[in-house]
């Protein structure tokens, strides 16, 4: 049963430079019509996945900051009302920290948010412009102290690891991020993944990567500069004050199911992945038809599910627990991480071993998706 909802709100007020259809840019949308498929998608999800009160809620997508606070009051009745909610709640909004939406903080605070995730992304207008960020330093600077101001909880992200920027520089703007005091930090390396803008760039010459050696401090850097800040790593790119953990991500990390709705949306529960349709007038004419927008259902083996949850429980600070997950899975310990290669990598200070948890090291986070490629046995996933 899903204890997290993950709700997609799929439409920008401006053109965003990650959004990958056009239409999903709106003047104008139809809330009343969006209201009542967001019910229905909800409430086709409670039929399969409730049963449990939810401990996580996650407002995500295009700029659902810019939502109508209504509309997020009434989803939120709904959820309630139909899974009730554990005391203590985490209700999560991400948002993009411009000045418009920051004006609609206090809003959405009164309709029930008391989290909020801001893309900042940097401190400085010229990486900004590089990242294809809307806003400048000084917006988003703005943004995240009306944010302070209206939610309980506030997390930023940073992007490091950048063409040209060296240990210093790094080491003085994140000396600056801590120096705000928000609970939560998600700090990501740069990476250039096949078939994006900044691939194209790095192809045409247009800049260069930073080397793995300085990416690699960078990394160390960080984590020790925010240990002794006291928000510690507990995921491999994300930092926070001891109970300040996102829950919702931590459903993820953890493979626990969760229920998604709305346009793109998609969600784990049962066994099974459920992924909606993208387009947001596929979505609706879905909802029109079947009273629900899901495209795709697909039943996930127990070998599948397996191997997912290693590959995301390792990236946690606290590791997988071998035998709870071999009797979740139906598995054995050895089936689902290489002995052998185990206690090697845990002689080369890798990894260690508390009872029968497997946790990798700060050494082997630098290293992790190395190590993942070794620990987890390429069969483990049927065929």
Sequence with gaps: MARALYIHWPFCLAKCPYCDFNSHVRERVEHDRWQAGLLADMRRE????????????????????????????????????????????????????????????????????????????????????????????????????????????????????????????????????????????????????????????????????????????????T???????????????????PGEESRHNLAYWRYQDYCGIGPGAHGRRGGVATTRHRKPENWLEAIDRAAHGINETRELGRREQASEAMLMGLRLGEGVDLDAMASRFGLSAAELCDDAKAAFYETQGLVRREGKRLIVTEAGMALLDGLLAELVPADLVET
């Design 46 to 221: 409670h039929e399969i996945a409730g049963g449990e009160k939810l401990s996580s809620i996650f407002f995500g997508g295009g700029t659902p900051s810019l939502m109508p606070p209504a509309l997020v009051a009434r989803l939120l009745e709904e959820a309630e009302t139909l899974w009730g909610f554990d005391e203590g709640i985490e209700i999560t909004l991400e948002g993009n920290p411009s000045s418009v939406e920051a004006a609609n903080y206090a809003a959405l605070a009164g309709a029930g948010v008391n989290r909020v995730s801001l893309g900042l992304q940097a401190l400085d207008n010229e990486t900004l412009r590089f990242l294809g960020r809307l806003h400048d330093a000084s917006e988003g600077l703005k943004a995240l102290d009306v944010a302070q101001k209206q939610f309980v909880r506030v997390s930023f992200d940073l992007i490091y690891a950048r063409p040209g920027q060296n240990l210093d520089q790094w080491r003085a703007e994140l000396e600056r991020a801590l120096s705000y005091g928000t609970g939560h930090l998600s700090l990501y390396q740069l990476t250039i993944e096949p078939g994006t803008k900044f691939a194209t760039m790095v192809r045409q010459h247009e800049f260069e990567p930073l080397d793995e050696d300085a990416s690699a401090d960078m990394f160390a850097l």
């Design 223 to 241: 984590r020790e500069m925010t240990a002794a800040a006291g928000i510690p790593a507990y995921e491999i790119s994300n930092h926070a004050r």
